[in-house]
């Protein structure tokens, strides 16, 4: 069993930036690709961004490519997600989320591949 919790969310201006922050209870945190997700009302849950296991390979939504950035710290059991230029369309609910990864060297972007999350944390950009 994995507990995620997120943190760093909350109201900042357009052009501004937030760090979220997603401690997990992992003894092997090593072992878990990672993604941050988000969804907005009425949209589809989306893969914003997601690593691999030890941190050698990132993935970005296009409209985020330039702006965000995930990193992870295995030490920590802990991973980020820094967010620059914030725009107001970058609104809504971030959530990480974990998964046992085999081979070491795969992201997965896909919502359903994930199989613990955190609570999620509210981002809001205003214009």
């Known amino acids: 069993q994995v507990q995620l919790v997120e943190s760093g969310g909350g109201l900042v201006q357009a052009g501004g930036s937030l760090r979220l922050s997603c401690a997990a209870s992992?003894?092997?945190?090593?072992?878990?690709?990672m993604g941050w997700f988000r969804q907005a009302p009425g949209k589809e849950r989306e893969c914003v961004a997601a690593?691999?296991?030890?941190?050698?390979?990132?993935y970005y939504t296009d409209s985020v490519k330039g702006r965000f950035t995930i990193s992870r710290e295995n030490a920590k059991s802990t991973v980020y997600l820094q967010m620059n230029s914030l725009k107001p369309e970058d609104t809504a609910v971030y959530y990480c989320?974990?998964?046992?990864?085999?081979?070491?060297?795969?992201?997965?972007?896909?919502?359903?591949?994930?199989?613990?999350w955190g609570q999620g944390t509210q981002v809001t950009v205003s214009s």
């Open positions: 989320a974990a998964k046992t990864s085999l081979p070491a060297t795969t992201i997965y972007t896909d919502y359903r591949q994930y199989g613990y």
């Open positions: 690593i691999t296991r030890a941190g050698g390979s990132t």
């Open positions: 992992a003894r092997t945190f090593s072992a878990y690709a």
